[in-house]
């Protein structure tokens, strides 16, 4: 099996709030996680597995759990997404649906097709972005999302209102996904697809500013986005960052202005 062709997936057996943990200890590498009978699968492309494994071991010196390693095909993925896919609601308003569904009633529907990008909208940190964009989205804003993977939150902008949408994302993987799924939605010109990493990014001009990351990024991207005169919503951070985020904001003159949690995850409002 060619390793371009599989994913390295790691095992993790503890509880679900401990894997939270371990996912944000472990960075941006961690293409996404999938939970089977309790148990979660974290993925992660060819080539990391080692790395990872320092990681694992620094991480299990503070609190112990149990892990194992397993190659998958991506097409195997895929059948199992497909499988176990349920569709995403927000608010009883907005539902992410997969492509092979046509018949879902719900103010704002959004389609994904399964890719590399593993962004389907189930994870908490994406679930409090869109529902905290059903509040703040108004008709003609401009909006920057920066991580955008599969492009949801690109999309929920735009048919939220928004004018514009510039999507930055490093991953050459998510372009190709990101594009199908602007096919799926009718959405063409109003979202422009930046290949770049988003530490390289130096336009914040924007109405609002999207950022679901991990909480090393966030830190790094904190300093810039004081240049902005609009909001910004914050994810990918654990409920226990929120003193030190909301230290590093005081510090560049950016106020919380609300927070919301799910789980063991939070999104900031900044202003």
Known sequence: MSTSECFDVLNIIDKNENVDIIQSLLGTD??????????????????KKNDIEILLQEICADFPFHWNWEKQKKE???????????????????????????DYQADIVIKIKPGMAFGTGHHETTWLMLSQMMKHIKPGMSVLDLGTGS????????????????????????????CENLHLNNIKDQIQFHHEDVL???????????????????????????????????????????????NICNNFGLKVADTSAKGEWISLILS
């Open 76 to 102: 195997d993925w895929h059948l199992a997404w497909k499988d176990n896919f349920e569709p995403v609601v927000i608010d009883e308003k907005l539902a992410v649906i997969p492509n092979w569904q046509d």
């Open 200 to 246: 390289n990014w130096s336009r914040f001009s924007f109405d609002l500013i999207l950022v679901n990351i991990n909480r090393n990024v966030i830190e790094e991207l904190l300093p810039k986005l004081n240049s902005t005169n609009g909001k910004v919503i914050l994810s990918g951070l654990l409920k226990t960052d929120f003193n030190s985020i909301k």
């Open 30 to 47: 961690c293409l996404g996680t999938y939970f089977i009978n309790g148990d979660a699968k974290l993925y992660f492309n060819n080539g």
């Open 151 to 178: 492009g949801i939150l690109s999309m929920a902008a735009i048919k939220l209102g928004a004018g514009k949408v510039d999507a930055v994302e490093n991953d050459k993987e998510c372009g190709t996904n990101f």
